[in-house]
């Protein structure tokens, strides 16, 4: 998804599923489409460097911990 979005930000079209005229991509002004995308990559780089780095940008839900740390690892 963070690829999907450092990729696409710039094209993607977001219709409004209550009214299918309005484009909710367009209440982003292009420069902050790119922040966004340039935000991902700088993300996604951080998590390459140190998978641990995942953790930083998704929190743990202390209400769903993981049972199986081994088989819910994350990964890139």
């Known amino acids: 998804m963070l690829e999907f979005i450092r990729d696409k930000v710039k094209e993607v079209s977001l219709p409004d ?17 790119s922040i966004l995308s340039d935000d991902m ?5 951080r998590i390459e460097e140190n ?16 049972e199986d740390k081994d088989e819910n690892k994350y990964s890139v």
């Not at 599923?17 to 489409?33: G, R």
């Not at 990559?41 to 780089?45: A, D, F, G, H, L």
């Not at 998704?58 to 911990?65: G, M, S």
């Open 51 to 66: 998978s641990d780095n995942v953790k930083t940008y998704f929190k743990i839900n202390e209400n769903h911990p993981c």
């Open 41 to 45: 990559k700088y993300m996604i780089e």
């Open 17 to 33: 599923p209550e009214n299918s005229t309005n484009e909710e991509a367009d209440t982003l002004t292009e420069t902050e489409k």
